[in-house]
């Protein structure tokens, strides 16, 4: 389990973190997630110990991280791919973290083998691929068996294989019963990993919820409909809780009916559809209009300068 | 949160062995393994090794060759140029030779982990923190003080026969050879510590090779060059002031070895509770 409370970290006039709380819960996938420059880091590097809060408090398993006899087996971190001497081998860098806490050549051995690292270990960490650095750094966390499990973008750099597996990795972890926290910039990511969700913007929570109420809160979904007679079918589906859209000459979007409503409208008009299709609001779009007045660098359309 | 739910797990090879808990002792060995796992350590080491065994080959060229071309009398020139019982002076200079790369070392030993991204692992791992910057002064400090010594005893027995051929011969169980020995010892070793001290300060390594370097080999030969107070200033730099711990008591008396290490002593302790006083605050 991991506690924030009233969290803010300041970087000289810059707020990264600003009076964030939350809390992360055992058994369960929980998704971090804001845009670029967000205070997702920040906040985890909180967490971990690794910077120091300007006010607010965190706690892993009821403690700060600090406090406990052996934070390798309450808290597992991944920051940054790997964070690893690049002149040392995988298999070094893993005795040396396991030593602090007296863990030895077996633990090591297993952890190389539950990431899938046995053949590379004796290579230099440097030869490696960003991938092999996000297994290395996620063997690390694992090297405690630890309770709670935090990582920064943990499927950054991985191939299709690498994030099936760590997907399902995390489930099985969460489903062990540990607490899974991890971070990420993209929203399709998190549908596939995480049970809930806490998203932030600007340092700011935005979202505390269910992946389902996330995406739900977000609204109703849209039909696309392909017809020569748009203008005729338009002015008929015309109503007061219904928004037509003329995305094209034969192409309407519908928000307010439903996929059979429209079809029955068209049919008792004598109306053509060619395509009639419902588009639930995606997780990206779900995402994009959470964070959309949090982003902190937005691209300025070129039409508007 | 019940307990029960989060400790259920399977903790197999875990609670096989001894129970995972941070103590001094398993952070020094993390420590350890990390020195022995990358090839600078090795590198500074055979350099080091390298650098004292060929000055002590240079003597032996000396001593060996010289005779016949142009010096009548190489048992007075040696005299001359390291004392009484030469094999302890040549010892005394593998101290010399030693602390500058032994100060790269002891920069090594902190500045590759902050620079890779290392330390924020290692500090997630160990978040107290002070245990892990006494830990890299504990290493830093044997590792220093090993190659030393290691260097000065190799020159001394590299020489010795040679030296105990014209009747200069020594032993290394001398009370003066003794003290060489440990005052350089002690010597390297504090300068490893200050040296890794001060690097933990700096975020690159070059960076705190420079302020390490500048401080203990480049200030010892530029600030006496300052007219009038140079000199009096370079006496309290912690590598001149230091080096008097390698010079035999019986020829320079105890008090400048005993002033010279106090000083390096207090440069020491102060780099030392800086680093821990900022290492422990610090973001990372």
């Given at each position: 389990m991991i506690e924030v409370e009233h969290l803010t970290k300041r970087f000289g006039a810059t707020t990264a973190v600003d009076d964030l709380s939350f809390t992360v819960h055992p058994g369960t996938v929980t998704g971090f997630l804001g845009p670029n420059g967000a205070g997702k880091?920040?906040?985890?590097?909180?967490?971990?110990?690794?910077?120091?809060?300007?006010?607010?408090?965190?706690?892993?398993?009821?403690?700060?991280?600090?406090?406990?006899?052996?934070?390798?087996?309450?808290?597992?971190?991944?920051?940054?791919?790997?964070?690893?001497?690049?002149?040392?081998?995988?298999?070094?860098?893993?005795?040396a973290l396991a030593a602090t806490h007296g863990l030895g050549r077996a633990r090591v051995d297993e952890v190389l083998r539950l990431t899938g690292m046995e053949t590379v270990a004796d290579r230099r960490v440097g030869s490696y691929s960003m991938g092999m650095g996000q297994r290395l750094g996620l063997a690390a966390a694992l090297l405690g068996d630890p309770r709670t499990i935090m990582l920064d973008e943990p499927i950054n750099g991985l191939d299709p294989d690498g994030i099936v597996w760590v997907r399902r990795f995390l489930r099985s972890l969460a489903a062990e019963g540990r607490t899974v926290f991890l971070s990420s910039h993209l929203m399709s990511e998190m549908a596939q990993t995480a049970d809930h969700l806490i998203v932030i913007g600007r340092g700011r929570l935005i979202a505390d919820a269910p992946i389902e109420q996330v995406l739900a809160g977000v609204g109703a979904s849209r039909v696309a409909v392909k017809t020569p007679d748009a203008q005729r079918l338009a002015t008929a589906l015309a109503a007061p809780d219904v928004t037509v859209t003329a995305v094209a000459h034969d192409e309407l979007e519908v928000t307010g009916l439903d996929a059979a409503a429209i079809a029955a409208v068209a049919r008792d008009l004598g109306v053509l559809l060619h395509e009639l299709a419902t588009h639930t609001a995606s997780l990206e779009e779900a995402y994009l209009s959470l964070t959309d007045s949090a982003v902190e660098y937005t691209a300025v359309p070129a039409a508007a300068r | 949160m019940s307990a029960s739910t989060t400790t259920a797990h399977a903790v197999d090879s875990i609670t096989r062995g001894s129970v995972p808990r941070l103590t001094f002792a398993r952070i020094t060995r993390a420590e350890w393994i990390k020195t022995r796992s990358v090839r600078s350590s090795y590198w500074t080491a055979a350099a080091t090794l390298a650098f004292t065994v060929l000055f002590a080959a240079g003597v032996l060229l000396l001593v060996s060759v010289a005779p016949a071309a142009d010096v009548p009398d190489p048992a007075a020139v040696i005299v001359d140029s390291y004392g009484e019982a030469p094999g302890i002076g040549v010892a005394g200079f593998a101290f010399l030779f030693a602390y500058a790369l032994v100060a790269v070392f002891g920069v090594l030993v902190v500045s590759t982990e902050r620079s890779t991204g290392l330390l924020a692992t290692t500090l997630a791992a160990v978040p107290r923190r002070t245990p892990v910057l006494a830990a890299k002064l504990v290493v830093s400090a044997v590792v220093g003080m090993a190659i030393g010594l290691i260097g000065a005893v190799a020159s001394f027995l590299l020489v010795q026969p040679q030296l105990a051929a014209l009747g200069l011969g020594s032993s290394l169980l001398d009370p003066d050879a003794l003290q060489v020995l440990a005052g350089g010892t002690l010597f390297v070793g504090l300068i490893?510590?200050?040296?890794?001290?001060?690097?933990?300060?700096?975020?690159?390594?070059?960076?705190?090779l420079g302020a390490v370097l500048g401080l203990l080999v480049l200030a010892p030969t530029l600030i006496p060059i300052i007219p009038g107070i140079g000199g009096e200033i370079a006496g309290f730099l912690p590598s001149s002031a230091g080096m008097m711990l390698f010079q035999p008591a019986t020829q320079v008396g105890w008090q400048p070895i005993v002033t010279g290490g106090l000083v390096l002593l207090g440069w020491t302790i102060g780099a030392v509770v800086v680093a821990g006083a900022l290492f422990k605050r610090r973001d990372v």
């Amino acid at each position: 389990m991991i506690e924030v409370e009233h969290l803010t970290k300041r970087f000289g006039a810059t707020t990264a973190v600003d009076d964030l709380s939350f809390t992360v819960h055992p058994g369960t996938v929980t998704g971090f997630l804001g845009p670029n420059g967000a205070g997702k880091s920040t906040a985890m590097r909180v967490i971990a110990g690794l910077a120091r809060p300007t006010s607010g408090t965190t706690r892993v398993n009821g403690r700060p991280v600090a406090e406990h006899a052996a934070p390798l087996a309450e808290v597992g971190t991944l920051l940054a791919a790997g964070a690893a001497h690049p002149g040392r081998t995988a298999r070094s860098h893993l005795l040396a973290l396991a030593a602090t806490h007296g863990l030895g050549r077996a633990r090591v051995d297993e952890v190389l083998r539950l990431t899938g690292m046995e053949t590379v270990a004796d290579r230099r960490v440097g030869s490696y691929s960003m991938g092999m650095g996000q297994r290395l750094g996620l063997a690390a966390a694992l090297l405690g068996d630890p309770r709670t499990i935090m990582l920064d973008e943990p499927i950054n750099g991985l191939d299709p294989d690498g994030i099936v597996w760590v997907r399902r990795f995390l489930r099985s972890l969460a489903a062990e019963g540990r607490t899974v926290f991890l971070s990420s910039h993209l929203m399709s990511e998190m549908a596939q990993t995480a049970d809930h969700l806490i998203v932030i913007g600007r340092g700011r929570l935005i979202a505390d919820a269910p992946i389902e109420q996330v995406l739900a809160g977000v609204g109703a979904s849209r039909v696309a409909v392909k017809t020569p007679d748009a203008q005729r079918l338009a002015t008929a589906l015309a109503a007061p809780d219904v928004t037509v859209t003329a995305v094209a000459h034969d192409e309407l979007e519908v928000t307010g009916l439903d996929a059979a409503a429209i079809a029955a409208v068209a049919r008792d008009l004598g109306v053509l559809l060619h395509e009639l299709a419902t588009h639930t609001a995606s997780l990206e779009e779900a995402y994009l209009s959470l964070t959309d007045s949090a982003v902190e660098y937005t691209a300025v359309p070129a039409a508007a300068r | 949160m019940s307990a029960s739910t989060t400790t259920a797990h399977a903790v197999d090879s875990i609670t096989r062995g001894s129970v995972p808990r941070l103590t001094f002792a398993r952070i020094t060995r993390a420590e350890w393994i990390k020195t022995r796992s990358v090839r600078s350590s090795y590198w500074t080491a055979a350099a080091t090794l390298a650098f004292t065994v060929l000055f002590a080959a240079g003597v032996l060229l000396l001593v060996s060759v010289a005779p016949a071309a142009d010096v009548p009398d190489p048992a007075a020139v040696i005299v001359d140029s390291y004392g009484e019982a030469p094999g302890i002076g040549v010892a005394g200079f593998a101290f010399l030779f030693a602390y500058a790369l032994v100060a790269v070392f002891g920069v090594l030993v902190v500045s590759t982990e902050r620079s890779t991204g290392l330390l924020a692992t290692t500090l997630a791992a160990v978040p107290r923190r002070t245990p892990v910057l006494a830990a890299k002064l504990v290493v830093s400090a044997v590792v220093g003080m090993a190659i030393g010594l290691i260097g000065a005893v190799a020159s001394f027995l590299l020489v010795q026969p040679q030296l105990a051929a014209l009747g200069l011969g020594s032993s290394l169980l001398d009370p003066d050879a003794l003290q060489v020995l440990a005052g350089g010892t002690l010597f390297v070793g504090l300068i490893a510590v200050m040296s890794t001290a001060i690097a933990s300060l700096f975020r690159g390594t070059a960076a705190a090779l420079g302020a390490v370097l500048g401080l203990l080999v480049l200030a010892p030969t530029l600030i006496p060059i300052i007219p009038g107070i140079g000199g009096e200033i370079a006496g309290f730099l912690p590598s001149s002031a230091g080096m008097m711990l390698f010079q035999p008591a019986t020829q320079v008396g105890w008090q400048p070895i005993v002033t010279g290490g106090l000083v390096l002593l207090g440069w020491t302790i102060g780099a030392v509770v800086v680093a821990g006083a900022l290492f422990k605050r610090r973001d990372v």
